[in-house]
């Protein structure tokens, strides 16, 4: 009975010293938040994913925060609490500086990629059948594309809040990047307009493959 207190007492510790103790963080503050405990903010497009050695790089489009010259950075996963971004495209990246020119992302702010930007939202309940099994059913499937395309919204939202802070206290952004970050997200409305169509094409496919099988 003793031994197997202590085994438990081990198990606590050591899961407690992995886990990630992270301050809930309400929606409309993660921008102000993630500024505030961010060394750099920035957003860019993730080039690199190094599973191995877990590190990755980022192409850097805007820096809203911090001092950095070159085009490009490079990270680092330390622990748990790190976020080991793997999907590529577009980030909005909140990271802490380890050196000049290494980040960490920290894992208790909200990093997020615009591909899965649907991911900060809970997702909806799946139905089940008589069976304990789940049911694909079109309901569901609009559930889906209704949470993509409020977290592209959402995504979209924090890129403006970011915008709109850091012009106003000044922050300028990368040196010789301006035209640059500029022309990338000059096409955010055609990319917001990208993503609805292809949910709109979803929604009809699912449509009608509903009917084919009712028929």
Same mark, same amino acid.
């Given at each position: +009975?003793?031994?197997?207190?202590?085994?438990?007492?081990?198990?606590?510790?050591?899961?407690?010293?992995?886990? *990630?103790? *992270? !301050?809930?963080?309400?929606?409309?503050?993660?921008?102000?938040?993630?500024?505030?405990?961010?060394? +750099?903010?920035? /957003?860019?497009? $993730?080039? #690199?994913?190094?599973?191995?050695?877990?590190?990755?790089?980022?192409?850097?489009?805007?820096?809203? #925060?911090?001092?950095?010259?070159?085009? /490009?950075?490079?990270?680092?996963?330390?622990?748990? *609490?790190?976020?080991?971004?793997?999907? !590529?495209?577009?980030?909005?990246?909140?990271?802490?500086?380890?050196?000049?020119?290494?980040?960490?992302?920290?894992?208790? @702010?909200?990093? +997020?990629?615009?591909?899965?930007?649907?991911?900060?939202?809970?997702?909806?309940?799946?139905?089940?059948?008589?069976?304990?099994?789940?049911?694909?059913?079109?309901?569901?499937?609009?559930? #889906?594309?209704?949470?993509?395309?409020?977290?592209?919204?959402?995504?979209?939202?924090?890129?403006? !809040? $970011?915008? !709109?802070? /850091?012009?106003?206290?000044?922050?300028?952004?990368?040196?010789?990047?301006?035209?640059?970050?500029?022309?990338?997200?000059?096409?955010?409305?055609?990319?917001?307009?990208?993503? +609805? @169509?292809?949910?709109?094409?979803?929604?009809?496919?699912?449509?009608?493959? #509903?009917?084919?099988?009712? *028929?």
């Amino acid at each position: +009975m003793k031994q197997i207190a202590i085994l438990i007492l081990i198990v606590i510790i050591h899961t407690s010293s992995f886990a *990630c103790d *992270c !301050k809930e963080i309400k929606r409309d503050s993660a921008v102000i938040v993630g500024l505030r405990n961010s060394d +750099m903010v920035f /957003t860019g497009e $993730l080039i #690199k994913s190094d599973f191995e050695n877990n590190t990755f790089s980022f192409s850097i489009f805007e820096l809203f #925060k911090g001092d950095y010259k070159r085009d /490009t950075i490079w990270g680092k996963a330390f622990s748990n *609490c790190s976020i080991f971004p793997t999907v !590529k495209g577009i980030w909005i990246v909140y990271a802490e500086k380890l050196n000049d020119t290494t980040i960490e992302l920290n894992g208790c @702010l909200r990093s +997020m990629a615009l591909q899965r930007a649907e991911g900060i939202i809970p997702p909806p309940p799946p139905e089940f059948s008589e069976n304990d099994e789940p049911i694909n059913t079109l309901k569901y499937q609009l559930q #889906k594309l209704e949470k993509r395309t409020e977290g592209i919204a959402i995504w979209f939202n924090d890129y403006e !809040k $970011l915008k !709109k802070i /850091t012009k106003k206290n000044h922050h300028q952004a990368i040196k010789g990047k301006d035209n640059d970050s500029k022309n990338a997200f000059e096409i955010k409305d055609i990319l917001l307009g990208f993503f +609805m @169509l292809t949910n709109i094409i979803l929604l009809i496919v699912l449509i009608r493959k #509903k009917k084919n099988a009712s *028929c």
